[in-house]
């Protein structure tokens, strides 16, 4: 049976098509059905009212029901088995197993996420009691805790077709909140996203959600997005993508009448540290694991290590080059989408230019070659473009004189999601001088492994100083990820039965609280 496709929007599929576009297959470039029609303005504001009426009954649900929720959730991803991962390949062209390690990424997450919220000892209750006696004037009673924000508008990537998409992080980590989300799919996997939203829609039947708390809009043109981050009655944004799909909705966000939070995650360089010692004791090791992370996914990760700094020597250059032949020596699949692969041409077109080397061409549609382009830290210093992020299986080489010229490249360097050091036992107190600088840099020190793979857990920090995000405060992967729709309220001097059950003096829902600067049950 051909899947319905169309906006969702409290829970059913609208009939109306004014304008409709197609996903390709990125394997062969061949258009996909079904056509998808693209959200109307009034679709758009369909989605964010319902999803605002939702809020009052849905910010109110228990912990328990919203975990029950988000594992029914994972349930209904799990039941739609190969059709969601036929068809997240054929969308995709991401390799079968991969896809199926990142469903159980998404359900998984959202497991966590339910775990978290069973309890109410994420809303971090702070109690100050009454101090009447205290001079010179004494103090009320002063008790905070985390509540919802609102509706979140969300934009998924399309390197993530599960993970970071339609279920993904930022949707689970809001739904967890108790926001209402509207989602802008992913044009480059509509269908994938419509199977997503469905089993959202379902799993919200099943446990009793209002029907308004998740709906989804399908949009070609940039114009479903803007129109959506502009509702005045959307309280916060997620985005993962590019630079410029983050900064263009950022920029949106900062005209509106009401400003509001906008967690934009973009592109990142993630560069790699390569202390002497280490490339000397296990360089070609090294450099095969190194080549296979930065061609992991054809390279297509926001975590892909796309530079590396090295100091001058001729083992450095033997490691570069045993790199390029162990790249090159790696299958890649194709990119996920033509406008992707284009974006690398680009890329590397520009490296090679201010570098002088030789081109890379391209092999057939979608399908590029990895590339390991070779600079000096100077000349790295002197054009600020190399840190620009190019999308694809490459890295960009940077041979450092000293590590004075290593730690001025640190500070030089704008705002990453992650940096990597390697090195070897004789050499730790190099990269405490390194940790020093970078820890301003980035959000996730990685130390003798590599950056690809994050982990979803309660320590994990995505995110980073702009531009690899525009809320360096934050992160969007790991169950914190859940403060970036919530907002403190303090209450002050409420009799007990007017306050929250987590705020109540006999603390009936057994919460760890900061209660007069002790944590205590
Ligand atoms: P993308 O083209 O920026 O798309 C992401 C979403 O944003 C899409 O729904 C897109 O819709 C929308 N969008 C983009 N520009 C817009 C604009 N000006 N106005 C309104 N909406 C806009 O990103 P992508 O190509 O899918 O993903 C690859 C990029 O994502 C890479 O740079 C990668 O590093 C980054 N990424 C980052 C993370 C992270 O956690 N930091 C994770 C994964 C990927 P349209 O297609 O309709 O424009």
Redesign the pocket.
């Known amino acids: 049976m051909e899947l319905k496709i169309g906006q969702l929007i409290a829970g059913t599929i609208s009939s109306k098509i004014e304008s409709c576009f197609t996903a390709y297959n990125p394997a062969t470039g061949e258009a996909l059905n079904p056509s998808v029609p693209e959200a109307s303005v009034e679709e758009v504001e369909a989605a964010v009212n319902v999803a605002s009426e939702a809020f009052e009954s849905f910010s109110k649900t228990t912990g328990t029901i919203r975990a029950s929720f988000l594992e029914a959730i994972a349930n209904n991803i799990d039941a739609l088995g190969d059709q969601l991962l036929d068809t997240a390949h054929l969308e995709t062209a991401l390799p079968l197993a991969r896809l199926t390690g990142e469903r159980g990424r998404t359900t998984s997450q959202l497991k966590l996420f339910a775990n978290l919220v069973k309890n109410g000892n994420w809303k971090r209750a702070i109690v100050d009691g009454a101090l009447p006696e205290r001079q010179p004037l004494p103090r009320p009673d002063l008790r905070q805790m985390q509540i919802p924000l609102g509706v979140v508008a969300i ?6 077709p599960l993970a ?1 998409s339609v279920a993904g992080g930022d949707t689970a980590a809001a739904l967890a909140a108790g926001c209402p989300v509207v989602f ?5 996997h509509p269908s994938t996203s419509q199977l997503i939203g469905e089993a959202i829609v379902k799993a919200g039947r099943e446990t009793g959600i209002h029907a308004g708390v998740f709906s989804m809009v399908h ?8 129109d ?2 502009s509702h005045p009655l959307v309280k916060a944004v997620a ?11 950022y920029d ?1 966000c900062v005209k509106r009448n009401e400003p509001i939070p906008v967690y ?5 360089v993630n560069p790699v540290f390569f202390l002497p010692n280490a490339i000397e004791k296990n360089g070609e090791q090294l450099a095969k694991n190194f080549a296979a992370s930065i061609a992991q996914g054809s390279g ?5 290590p796309g530079l590396f700094v090295l100091l001058n020597s001729e083992k450095s250059k033997k490691f570069i080059s045993d790199v390029s032949e162990a790249i090159a020596a790696i299958t890649l699949h194709p990119m ?2 033509k ?2 692969a284009d ?1 690398y041409h680009d890329g590397i077109k520009n490296q090679l230019k201010l570098t002088g080397a030789k081109a890379v061409s391209k092999i057939n549609y979608n399908a590029v070659a990895p590339s390991i382009v070779q600079t000096t830290c100077k000349h790295v210093l002197d054009t600020n473009s190399y840190f620009d ?1 190019v ?1 694809g299986p490459s890295s960009l080489a940077v041979i450092a004189d000293d590590m004075e010229e290593v730690k001025s490249f640190i500070e030089k360097m704008p705002g990453q ?1 992650t940096a990597t050091i390697h090195a070897s036992e004789k050499e730790i107190s190099e990269v405490g001088s390194l940790v020093e600088k970078l820890q301003h840099k980035v959000g996730r020190i990685v130390f003798n492994s590599f950056p690809t793979g ?1 982990e979803v857990c309660n320590a994990m920090v ?2 980073g100083p702009f531009p ?2 525009t809320d360096s405060r934050s992160t ?2 790991g169950t914190t990820s859940i403060y970036r729709f919530v907002r403190p309220v303090c209450y002050q001097g409420f009799p007990d039965e007017l306050l929250p059950d987590e705020l109540k003096k006999a603390n009936p829902l057994h919460l760890m609280r900061l209660e007069n600067d002790d944590y205590k049950r």
């Open positions: 934009f998924g990537s399309s390197n993530f970071f802008k799919a992913h044009p480059a949009g070609f043109s940039n114009q479903v997005g803007s959506l981050v985005f993962t993508g590019s630079f410029k799909g983050g900064k263009a909705l949106l934009a995650e973009m592109g990142s297509q990760f926001c975590t892909n996920l989408t406008k992707i974006g992020e999308f999601l994050v995505h995110g690899a995000s969007s992967v």
